[in-house]
């Protein structure tokens, strides 16, 4: 039998490892960009088409092994040509699949996977029926079985999660290429900066020894599923970009804001008063029937108007629908920092709401799955652009921190490996939030750093420093 259709699955296998070290790898050639200002973490989505070479190069040797086949009699011919047929019709999907949908990875990767399985059968079944196996090689595949080892051994070095996770450097992008809002014009500079924090594989260990600013960590026992992470930062992404155009509309005399319209029940402690009275989801509007908008109006009404052990009438929306209950209180026990008062066992939040009166529009990238640590820069940038002129001051700058509805820049991950990224691109002057730092300073030593607490932080900063020509 003529196995020559063997070295397409040999160099789809080849292929498919190359792919994992180069993605956990991706975030090296970051620095580099087009003329036109397209980052690297731009070009990427434009390489998940690449995946298909996978499926290709394997469903080429299930379709040349058919051919192959077709030219023979022997006993094993129906069971090659059914196996061979059918990896033939996966890899045929993977590739349709890939090139319609490439930055669906879960599905692509589980196709791949389908069709690996398949391969190495037809490995094993290929050279068990081959001409001129005789004896125990006849019940024994040798080089589909090594085949078989090798594989696992190194998807295990390569893809196998540990109790450990690893942060590493990624990439910057460009926020006024990432967002755009209505009427606005991008005139600076502005970079967010990403970096990758993931269950860690043995190879990490590797990369670790070549290159710098790996860290890792045990993973925590609370730490949630794959899958539910992954919701979460999608959205922790969609609520910054939020918060961010609200504010930047605000600072450029847009809108209100964010503000608040009511507050918000989260939760009720196991030893909470009002159990069955208040449920999670509940949006607090009055007290006694003076209207509450924000947490400091509730605590103020609770501490100068309500007795410990008192009920208060409370005024909520519940699933839209506008509600008056009675709510008893108990006695909380003065702190270093609080008196005694009254309270109801639950925590809360503003109910907060982002008044946006112009649209952004925003580009999605397959690097930047989510995450809020965008925000600050991504404020930064949309005032950049619906402010005439701009705001950069001729400083191609970058930073990282969340924006917070108050306009302040909270604390965020990996800023030493965000700061190390930095430091490989053009950017000049790098903003973080005044308590990182320190951990700034020690991904990148000689990166212009400026700490900051606020959005206005940064803009003050901006405007009491123009860049010269002859600035360091």
Known sequence: MNNRHFRYYYAGIIFMFAVIVFVELIWLPAPIHT?????????????????????VLWGAGAVTGLA??????????????SLRCLAAIVNVIAVCYIAVNPTKLITAIGLIAASLLLVIADLCGGEISAKGARGWRRLLPVKGLLTFAVTVLLLAALAYPTNYRVTYPAMTIAMNRY??????????????????????????????????????????????PLAEAYTQVVEMKTDANSVASAIAMQKVGLGKGMTSEGVLVMALAKDSIVK???????????????????????????????????????????????????APTRRAEATDTLPERAVFGISVSNDLHADIPRSVHYNSYIAHLGGPSHGAMLTLALIDQLTPGGVTNGWRVAGTGTIEADGSIGLVGGVPQKAYAVSRTDAEVFFVPAELEA??????????????????????????????????
Do not use: C
């Open 276 to 326: 069955n009275i208040l449920q999670p989801g509940d949006i607090i509007t009055r007290l006694n029937g003076k209207p509450v908008a924000t947490i400091e109006e509730m605590t103020a009404i609770m501490a100068e108007e309500v007795k410990p052990g008192h009920a208060v009438k409370v005024g909520l929306r519940r699933k839209g629908e506008e509600l008056d209950v009675e």
């Open 68 to 81: 192959s086949l077709l030219k023979t009699h022997r006993g094993a011919k129906k069971l090659l040509l």
């Open 439 to 472: 951990d700034a300073r020690s991904g990148a030593p000689k990166l212009r750093i400026v700490p900051v607490q606020t959005i206005d932080d940064v803009l003050n900063w901006l405007k009491e420093h123009p860049r010269t020509t002859n600035t360091p």
């Open 179 to 224: 967002a755009h809002a209505e009427g606005g014009t991008p005139h600076g500079s502005v970079s967010g900066v990403l970096v990758f924090d993931r269950p860690a594989v043995p190879a990490d260990w590797l990369y670790a020894k070549l290159l710098p600013e790996y860290t890792f960590e045990r993973k925590s026992e609370n730490e949630p």
């Open 35 to 55: 003329s036109s200002g397209r980052l690297w973490i731009e070009m990427i989505d434009s390489l998940l088409y690449g995946l298909a070479i996978i499926p």
